[in-house]
């Protein structure tokens, strides 16, 4: 009992299964409370976690050693006089010479008991040993008061003594107090009629009380009423679960315990209870409550802190969905008035598909030969030379300028840096409504490197997005040309007048001129005929063409309402996103995390006995 | 019955009646400054508790029983009063409202409202109401209860009142119990060997040694007579901690059945008395020298209110402390929350068209048709121009325009959002005042007002027109000889560059007659920092033609071009003051103004007035 080596996890009772899923949510929390540092609200949830885990870790290494009951309450309520009574000798002053009575704390601990891992020293306190058997296996503090010390510092306000010293400077046991409560495992709480509704009690119970079974203990039995069912309601107001609560006058009990007298009903069911709820085994299961306790006291607070935040945070999600269509829609509504403005280009375009499929017969020839002249004409329309011109000239888009030359390009697709910034302040607002910040978060107006990434990565996309959407339009307008009966028909209404000309002109020469004798026509035909072919392969041309063109202005649209679906614009507002997600994450898991600390309770929790604690959903 | 010696208080009545009236004007300017409230101070209890509802009412002698939870206040009272006016439980913090128990005829004689500020009152109905009583009709939850003596031996001037506890888990039993503290003038001080010494029990009679109140102790449930030496002890140690001087001293031995049936027995302790005096406590609260007390208690609540570290000069002070932090914020604003708003340039016609308008009676037949020739020419060329897609029409010009000049409006309102959440970083003032506004704000919306004010002010308003003929018509009188110049200078082209500066101004006008005009009053200043270049660029069309370069021009075209961009950037403005920031930039002037209110000024000399009524040592002090 008195050493401390590596604990025995195996217990009879399915212990080692409950106690790794406690493991593994304790690892869990510990990750999860560490995941994002640079979010303030789950920093405070961190510092939180710094100051229950060692608790959690000792508690766990330390899972067999004997208990540490700390015995607190106002002064005058008779701490000392029950920690004598218990040890069954004076060992800790007592009496109503002077208040506070109690000083430095007095640690009560069995005789040949190590006490090595309980920092005396830290504690100011003195430890005194006694072969009571009441303290047998556990190790008793008695506790400085919490109420006799100024609230500190003394508040200048009001009083006109102020200049003027009192004896009460001195006076420190809340902080004595403050240093011995985090090494107890169990409080004893002693109150009085007098003192039950003390609040300075109340709030130094209610910090040291989560992940600490207490004991309630009315004192000043034989002079006091009975005042346990009214405390036993201002308990619960507090959020403390109290299945019983114990009575006896710790003078009568400590004389008679002096006397060797057998102690009265009151006192008898105080010590019965301390070896039946906090002796050996009982021990384990005290410290193992204790952590699952702390465990969820931490999630409750963490739960709390959080729960203001995630409607600010569901708003960043929103806003950043609706910020980015905002986005979308200038950027669709620009990319396709310029497509559509960029006729000329559409038409270069189709028609050099038109011409590069068609080979071979008379009107594919009379294509190409238009095509090749046209080819010397000057491109005079390119109208700037914008992504989209670029591409639809044909030429790569890989060609992007960074820094502000970069914005510039997206200025050209119609989305301008303006409407960026209105985006990003817009979700600037929304960001610190969640609390979050730089470096989570970047500024509304983009800096320099910012620009660079992520104007280049917008280019890139919409480059690509465009490209291929313009090759799948232009594919498909190919479609409705390229089948064999529309070019026939176009060859044999092209070749249809060639011929009737040269039929025309056979019949001139060889009926008319050598047969009939008549005077040959001369060029004069030929000509007026070569000018009927060239209009003639001109509207056919038109037909073809209008073929390709009719209903691109549609399409383009339906192109350019399936641009969304691209999130061309999310990398402007990626930061936001980011954040959003990070944060909606940290506060579902923290959820994710309760619930599975409900689970472990529901399976682990034993019947408790007489050991009270707090429940944490208080008033 | 003697008549109560009002001389001494006839002095401070009127001031002390000035004072809370000047207070009471100034607490929601303190509340704006952020000063501290001073409901929570020593010296307003004093102040409105104490001195105003007695200093010029018929006296009566206030004695309240106070002290922890359980310690047997009301069946102290109840002994004293010899009845039971308020109920003796065992649980603790039971009695949740003060019970009075006045002389007979006195709720006829006095406004008992007035004689117990910040109650509700309710006549006495049962021992349960100091219990159960709930919130008056006006929500008001601090209520007192009150009933007259029925047996008619309470003596005329006196009043007797059970407390709610100290240092109990209900906080506003203690709230209560101050401001019955503040009110009375003799504190039954019920003191028990295990609460004498705590903290809570000490901070509150200190206070009430520290306003003059007279202090009777009495030490409830003592282990009588054993622990009757214990007693000089514990007082010894009360008073050293608090500073009373108790009138007299009492012992009630604990006797649990005797206090169920309702008897009490008071022993005094003459050894602890000052006068030595075996006087039972209902006689000497009955024969105790009223005058004396309440001329005690009554100076001892004004110097509560004159001391000079706590007091209420104090608190007047917080004034000046705030607003000098209000100052600065003033100060971080003006300089750091200014925008250069870079408007693109404007469709030169739109200034010009004004001016053409104006001039048209007064030109010549000759120049009407040379002016006719070339605009027919201009629009010509114009038309060829935009057809072979050199020059875009007008519509689209405008219409260019408007969206660049909406871009750089945006561009700016975000620079102004960014550079006032700097600030508010910077400062914990600008922070309290207009962070919530920039956090909580719908910036969308801000965004879209924008959009709005900006889609419906017109290309040129009847405001912008008016303005250009009054200043055409100014130049054409102070130079007679300059409209022919006009006349030749309107063919010079002009190009505006305009940028504005908007910012955050708590003085002066704004820099430009044509925004002055219709945004006179907002906090928002426009400025124009623009250059006009006057004599550049010639369009391929119209007036330009000519080519003049005047000089003696250029500042008219430059304050027309300016009042032009004055304008648009107005549309900013608005929105940053009616929508972002509404009325926070007065109300911040108002704030760095605030130590300067005439009241902060006559509040101040009152005060050393009364400091001088009380004595010349404390006068000194207080007077800045």
Known sequence: ?619 | MASFPRTGFAAWAGSVEELCGLIDALQPLARSLGAPDPQADEWYGSLFGKLRPQVSREPVLVAAVCGGTNTGKSLITNTLVAAEISRSVPEAARTRHPVASLPQGLAARTDLAALFPGFALAPWQSVQDAIDLGPDASGNADRLVWREDSSGRQPARLVLLDTPDIDGTLRENWHRAELVRNACDVIVAVLTQQKYNDAAVRDFFAAAAAAGKAVVVVFNMIDWPRQRDRIGGWLATFTAETGVAPLAVYAVPHDFRAAEAGRIEFHPLPELTPDGAAVDLAVRLADCDFDSIKLQAMEGALRVVLDPETGAGCWLDSFETSAKEWREARRLLTAEARVRVELPTAPREIVWNEIWQWLEPRRSGLDLTVSKVYRVAGKGVSWAARQVGLVRSEAERREDFSTVELAALKTALGDFVERLDDACRRNPRLAAMLGARLVDGDRAAWYADLERRHASLPLVSEDYRTFVRNELDRFAKENPGMVQFILTGLNVGAVARPAITVALGMAGAAAVPAAAASAGGLSVLVHHVGDVVVGTAATIAGEGALGLTMAGLKPLIETLFAGWSAERGRVLAETLHDVVLGDRLEEIDRLANAATAPEVTRARRLLVECSRDLGRDMGREVSR
């Open chain 1, 1 to 619: 009992m008195n050493d401390q080596q590596a604990q025995p996890r195996e217990q009879p009772g399915g212990e080692p299964v409950d106690f790794t899923s406690f493991d593994e949510l304790v690892e869990m929390l510990a990750r999860w409370s560490g995941s994002l540092p640079e979010w303030p609200p789950a920093r405070a949830v961190r510092a939180e976690w710094e100051q229950i885990e060692p608790r959690l870790d000792r508690a766990r290494r330390e899972l067999s050693r004997m208990l540490v009951v700390g015995v607190i309450g106002g002064t005058g309520t008779g701490k000392s006089t029950l920690v004598n009574a218990l040890a069954g000798c004076d060992l800790s002053p007592a009496g109503d010479i002077a208040r506070p009575t109690t000083i430095n704390p007095v640690v009560v601990a069995p005789r040949d008991v190590d006490l090595s891992w309980l920092p005396v020293e830290a504690m100011n306190a003195r430890v005194v040993r006694s072969d009571a058997a009441a303290v047998a296996n556990i190790v008793l503090v008695d506790c400085p008061d919490p109420d006799t010390q100024a609230e500190a510092p003394r508040h200048s306000g009001g009083q006109a003594t102020h200049s003027s010293a009192r004896p009460s400077d001195s006076n420190h046991n809340r902080e004595l107090l403050e240093a011995v409560l985090p090494a107890c495992d169990v409080l004893l709480l002693v109150s009085t009629a007098q003192k039950y509704r003390s609040w300075v009690v109340a709030r130094e119970v209610a910090a040291f009380a989560p992940g600490r079974p207490l004991l309630f203990v009315q004192t000043h039995a034989s002079r006091d009423p009975d005042i346990r069912d009214d405390w036993r309601r201002e308990l619960e107001s507090q959020g403390f679960v109290v299945p019983r609560i114990f009575r006896l006058d710790a003078v009568e009990a400590a004389t008679r315990s002096a006397a060797g007298l057998e102690p009265d009903a009151g006192f008898r069911e105080l010590v019965e209870a301390i070896d039946a709820e906090l002796v050996g085994r009982a021990a384990r299961r005290v410290r193992r409550t204790g952590s699952l306790d702390l465990a969820g006291w931490f999630l409750r607070q963490s739960q709390e802190s959080l729960a203001p935040l995630r409607g600010p945070v569901a708003q960043l999600a929103a806003g950043v969905a609706s910020e980015r269509t905002r986005l979308e829609g200038i950027l669709a509504r620009a990319v396709g008035s310029r497509l559509r403005a960029s006729r000329t280009a559409w038409q270069r375009i189709l028609t050099g598909e038109i011409v590069e499929r068609w080979h071979g017969g008379p009107f594919a020839s009379f294509l190409h030969v238009v095509e090749s002249i046209i080819a010397f004409w000057p491109r005079m329309r390119a109208a700037g030379g914008g992504l989209i011109t670029r591409l639809l000239a044909g030429q790569p888009a890989d060609m992007i300028p960074a820094g502000q030359g970069g914005w510039q390009a997206v200025e050209e697709l119609g989305l301008s840096a303006a409407e960026v910034e209105q985006s990003r302040s817009v979700l600037c607002g929304l960001s610190a409504r969640a609390r979050l910040a730089e470096p989570l978060v970047g500024r509304a107006r983009l800096d320099e490197s910012r620009v660079a990434a992520t104007v280049g990565t917008l280019l890139e996309r919409t480059a690509a997005w465009l490209s291929s959407g313009i090759d799948r339009l232009v594919a498909d307008r190919r479609g409705r040309i390229d089948g064999p009966v529309f070019r026939w028909v176009c060859e044999a209404l092209f070749s249809g007048l060639l011929v009737a000309v040269l039929v025309r002109a056979g019949w001139n020469f060889f009926v008319g001129h050598l047969w009939q004798g008549r005077v040959v026509d001369g060029g004069g035909f030929l000509q007026e005929a070569l000018v009927w072919v060239i209009l003639w392969g001109f509207f056919l041309r038109w037909i073809a063409f209008a073929r390709v063109r009719v209903g691109l202005n549609s399409d383009i649209q339906s192109l350019v309402s399936r641009l969304p679906q691209a999130h061309l614009t999310d990398p402007l507002l990626a930061d936001f996103a980011a954040a959003a997600d990070a944060t909606a994450l940290f506060i579902d898991h923290g959820d994710r995390l309760s619930r599975d600390h409900e689970g472990l309770v529901a399976r682990l929790t034993e019947p408790g006995g007489d050991l009270g604690h707090l429940r944490g959903d208080s008033r």
